[in-house]
């Protein structure tokens, strides 16, 4: 049996990129399409880099495939936050019924970030606002990693503390 040699990935990806499009293009609309047809092709490079494809006359059914999964795991994500939001949705309620609550402890964690040095408020950014691993964030901020993750540790209980007591305007008065 003759060994066929397997196109690059980057002319793989232009070939087969306006059927996955098209193919997302007839389930979505808007910006998901783009979303997920990168999503398509960064796992069909995946699986050409792994060596996942064992014949490459068969790289278009590949390629289908994948979008089949990627569709199914949309379906069942849809599903589980419907059924998560049909479970809590009266918890959901009653927070919407206390917005002056939420507004004071917005005041409050914002208070309390103030009080916390730049380096941890970065930190805290980094890995709760922009979802960076401890790695990423030590790299950025020319840190370690396990000083990131000290540092962190040490801000989050700084934050708890803060939050369980009364804003300083407050018991200035």
Not at 44 to 49: G, H, I, L, T
Not at 130 to 141: K, T, V, W, Y
Not at 148 to 166: F, I
Request: charged share 30%; proline share 2%; net charge positive.
């Amino acid at each position: 049996m003759a060994v066929l040699a397997v196109p690059d990935e980057a002319t793989q990806c232009r070939r087969y990129a306006p059927a996955v499009r098209t193919f997302w293009r007839r389930r979505l609309r808007g910006t998901e399409v783009d979303e997920l047809t990168q999503e398509t092709m960064l796992r069909f490079v995946q699986a050409m880099r792994r060596g996942a494809i064992a014949d490459p006359e068969r790289m278009g059914g590949f390629v289908l495939g994948i979008c089949r999964n990627l569709a199914r795991e949309r379906v069942r994500t849809a599903e589980r936050r419907a059924a998560l939001f049909a479970e809590f949705s009266t918890a959901l309620a009653s927070l919407e019924d206390e917005p002056e609550l939420a507004r004071y402890q917005f005041a409050q964690l914002e208070d309390c970030l103030s009080q916390i040095s730049q380096r941890s408020r970065d930190v805290i950014r980094h890995a709760y606002i922009d979802g960076h691993s401890a790695a990423e964030i030590g790299e950025r901020l020319a840190m370690s990693e396990g000083n990131v993750r000290v540092v962190r540790h040490r801000a989050l209980e700084a934050l708890r503390t803060c939050m369980a007591e009364k804003i300083f305007w407050e018991v200035a008065s």
